[in-house]
């Protein structure tokens, strides 16, 4: 109980400290996932993440094929290739984050460094918490666009 008051509390100052996590709706339509709606479940999303997650911190790259870089199937066809390609190699990853991605992390490798439970949108929010530290996953979903994911480190594990 005590761990959900304090995950409880953690997002509550998050939502009063910045909205980071909070998907927006823009003024005017754009491509959207189809299958996905994180706006109505993000508050829930991060609490359940913080209470599931407590003391873990995770450090992750990606490489993001935004909407307007690639369709979703063409994203997700390429992403697959450029995983073939770069297998679990890190410099590999790195050097294909800088060719391809549409984040600024980009210039650093896809580096997106040490973050926490729920400060992530849900779906990668799982890979990182979840996942095999060391291996790149994806294809990913989420409302930015398609993701691979290169968990490159993971603490707080029991």
């Known amino acids: 109980m005590t761990r959900f008051l304090l995950a409880i509390l953690s997002v509550l100052l998050l939502v009063v400290g910045t909205s ?24 829930w999303d991060t609490v359940s993440s913080l209470y599931n997650n407590w003391g873990k911190k995770a450090t992750a790259s990606h490489i993001l094929f935004k909407p307007s870089q690639f ?31 549409g984040c600024p992390s980009s210039k650093n490798g ?8 729920g400060m992530m949108v849900r779906d990668f929010d799982a890979v990182c918490f979840e996942e095999e530290v060391g291996v790149v996953h994806g294809p990913v979903s989420t409302q930015f666009g398609e993701h691979l994911i290169f968990i490159t480190k993971r603490t707080g594990e029991e």
Do not use: Y
């Open 20 to 43: 980071a996590f909070v998907p927006t709706q823009p003024a005017t339509p754009t491509i959207r996932r189809s299958n996905l709606d994180t706006q109505h479940a993000a508050i």
């Open 71 to 101: 369709p979703e199937e063409e994203a997700k066809k390429k992403l697959l290739e450029i995983k073939a390609e770069v297998g679990d190699d890190a410099e590999k990853f790195a050097a294909a984050a800088k060719e391809w991605s």
């Open 110 to 117: 896809g580096d997106l460094g040490e973050f926490g439970p």
